[in-house]
């Protein structure tokens, strides 16, 4: 009897156990969803083509960084077109300065579904280029390209942000004329289209002002000995040698020339109006004059100089604050018009009011940039510095321009 209510209270026991380890039966939790991942963003291409090999390609490599720099900061800050957010992509283009491989390229981009161009460098690569976007209807704007007849074609999606060379000719050829007073002035050209082009209006310039121009004298944009060329010239006895073409080929030709004796002033346009003219020419190159259609790299905006050094570790050249402006002018069109679809956002670019590192942008009816200043500068020391500013035919020393403009 002891024994079994001694089995009886062990059953109990364990029986209480069983239950108080069973407790209330648990209620399956609802699952939690994850939450959606956020819709990709919209990828908008834009397009840079220049020279990425080849004898200017340190000009081409400014230019990109200009562009680069433009897209990377709006990419930072966020951008919204039409509800979605947008993420904008850089495809580059080596056009390897040379027209029949810029058409192929600028093609490439057409069928990389860009919605708009910064490039080309050359003008003689940037005409032909912009006949293929015309047909494509994609918006490109130049930041280096001067010859006229580019903007001259009535193609409405066609604009630059630097001056023109009917307007850089006569001001680089005035300012001979006015400060070096030469009577007898020598014209040669590299035969493309922007070297003629300014040589044309230099040579155009120097005749209205009474100065005798001896007969064109001619090389090419890949000309490495000038020597046949400036003996003939150096029997003439110029006072000055104006040469259209770029520094790769404006270097050789003045190391050349002082190498003959030849103690001629030496001027250039903007293609050859950098320090690498240091770099080519040596010594010879000290006291050349040339010029620039748009105000210099030394009077683009604080905060663009800053941030171009800091992402590159390197000072920009001489048209990356044009292209980055171009680059900009671009992207502020899409969001004015909501969308980066050319069609919707051209209207918006040709009638825009934009404050870039170069200053004030506006385009005319032929999409040319309205008041466009042009600047003189000197070699000194192994440097391009700008001496004078040019703006509606008047003449203005460089620190008196910057002075005026609000600059130190």
Do not use: W
């Amino acid at each position: 009897m002891q024994g079994t209510r001694f089995s009886l209270a062990i059953f109990a026991a364990v029986a209480a156990l069983t239950l108080a380890g069973c407790g209330e039966e648990k209620k399956p939790q609802p699952v939690v969803a994850a939450p959606p991942p956020p819709p990709a963003p919209l990828v908008v291409k834009l397009g840079h083509v220049g020279p990425l090999t080849g004898g200017i390609a340190h000009l081409g490599k400014d230019n990109e960084n200009g562009a680069r720099l433009a897209v990377e900061e709006a990419n930072a800050k966020g951008l919204k077109l039409g509800g979605k957010d947008v993420k904008l992509e850089l495809i580059t283009e080596d056009d390897q300065a040379d027209p029949k491989v810029g058409t192929t390229v600028a093609q490439k981009l057409v069928d990389a579904k860009v919605a708009g161009v910064v490039g080309h460098l050359n003008s003689g690569v940037t005409i032909p280029a912009s006949s293929i976007y015309n047909q494509a209807g994609i918006p490109m704007i130049s930041g280096s390209a001067t010859n006229p007849q580019l903007t001259e074609q009535g193609f409405k999606n066609v604009f630059r942000v630097v001056g023109r060379d009917d307007q850089q000719g006569p001001a680089i050829a005035s300012y001979l004329a006015s400060e070096v007073k030469p009577k007898v002035v020598a014209v040669i050209d590299d035969a493309t289209a922007y070297g003629e082009g300014l040589a044309n209006e230099v040579e155009k310039t120097l005749k209205a002002a009474g100065v005798k121009v001896l007969p064109r004298e001619k090389g090419t944009d890949k000309t490495a000995d000038f020597k046949a060329i400036l003996t003939k010239l150096k029997g003439k006895k110029p006072d000055a040698v104006f040469y259209g073409g770029i520094d790769a080929t404006g270097g050789p030709l003045m190391k050349q020339g002082r190498e003959l004796g030849i103690k001629a002033v030496f001027a250039f346009g903007d293609g050859a109006c950098t320090d690498k003219m240091q770099e080519l020419a040596g010594d010879a190159a000290e006291g050349l004059l040339c010029s620039q259609a748009g105000l210099p790299v030394q009077a683009a905006n604080k905060k663009f100089l800053e941030s171009y050094k800091a992402k590159f570790n390197i000072d920009p050249i001489l048209y990356a604050p044009f292209t980055y402006d171009a680059a900009n002018l671009l992207i502020e069109a899409m969001k004015k018009a909501d969308s980066p679809d050319p069609v919707k956002y051209l209207p918006e670019l040709a009638k825009i009011s934009y404050e870039g590192a170069s200053g004030k942008i506006e385009f005319d009816d032929k999409g040319d940039r309205k008041d466009a200043e042009m600047t003189i500068f000197t070699m000194k020391g192994g440097k391009i510095e700008p001496i004078a500013v040019i703006k509606g035919g008047k003449t203005t020393k460089f620190e008196d321009f910057i002075k005026a403009a609000g600059g130190t």
